[in-house]
């Protein structure tokens, strides 16, 4: 089992509100990565992280913010929520030194804005 | 056009049956290519990587073809817990970043 986790695990929180999603690893991994994904629908690249300090843009336009300050911590934030960004949220990491395609996974935050 | 394309199926077969999944891809600066398995309401988990030269594991089997740009996978007697969704994923960039297919859902049927 992957040693990455993430809190809450679902949560339903009306529209206007901050959030912040909350993504650890104990694997000492340098990339950390954020997906969104909708139902039966592809996961989509939103944010990711080389490193303490380093953050980037994924793929997917995304409203969120991330910070990295801690090598093993990597939040997601959403200052107003609104309910277009209902899904699930993926967190994930990877070791550059083997080369990045196995990229482990954290079960995933479901958030429901009403 | 997705970077990634898969057929979504559903694929529903019975137990020992034989099925083959296919995906595409257009980006040629694709350098690598890998199958991932999510199960229901669950997180992705690495399945196997795609040689040119073929792979297999097991009852599974991956195949990339750089000319066609198509990667398969085959499984062999399937078992009831194979039962999941099968996304294609290439590594790509100078940022090495994985782009996922929306996936195919397979069902096995006892």
């Known amino acids: 089992e992957a040693d990455i986790y993430q809190t809450p695990r679902y949560l339903v929180i009306g529209t206007g509100k901050k959030i912040t999603l909350e993504c650890s690893q104990t694997m000492g991994h340098d990339k950390m990565y954020w997906y969104q994904q909708d139902p039966g629908m592809e996961l989509h690249l939103i944010h990711y992280?080389?490193?303490?300090?380093?953050?980037e843009k994924g793929d997917l336009s995304s409203e969120s913010t991330v910070s990295r300050i801690r090598t093993e911590h990597f939040p997601l934030t959403l200052e107003s929520a609104r309910p277009s960004h209902t899904s699930q949220y993926l967190c994930?990491?990877?070791?550059?030194?083997?080369?990045?395609?196995?990229?482990?996974f954290g079960p995933g935050t479901r958030l429901t804005v009403t | 056009r997705k970077e990634v394309e898969q057929d979504p199926g559903p694929f529903n077969v019975p137990e020992g049956a034989t099925v083959a999944f296919n995906c595409t891809y257009s980006?040629?600066?694709?350098?690598?290519f890998f199958w991932y398995r999510q199960d229901c309401r669950k997180e992705p988990k690495l399945l196997m990587s795609v040689y040119s030269s073929g792979n297999e594991d097991g009852r599974f089997t991956a195949q990339l073809n750089r000319a066609s740009q198509y990667i398969s996978l085959l499984i062999r007697d399937s078992k009831l817990s194979d039962s999941a969704t099968y996304l294609c994923?290439?590594?790509?960039?100078?940022?090495?970043?994985?782009?996922f297919g929306s996936g195919t859902q397979l069902t096995v049927l006892p």
């Open positions: 994930a990491s990877s070791d550059p030194g083997q080369g990045d395609y196995e990229q482990y």
């Open positions: 994923v290439g590594l790509s960039g100078s940022a090495r970043q994985l782009t």
């Open positions: 992280s080389y490193g303490v300090n380093s953050t």
């Open positions: 980006n040629s600066a694709s350098q690598s």
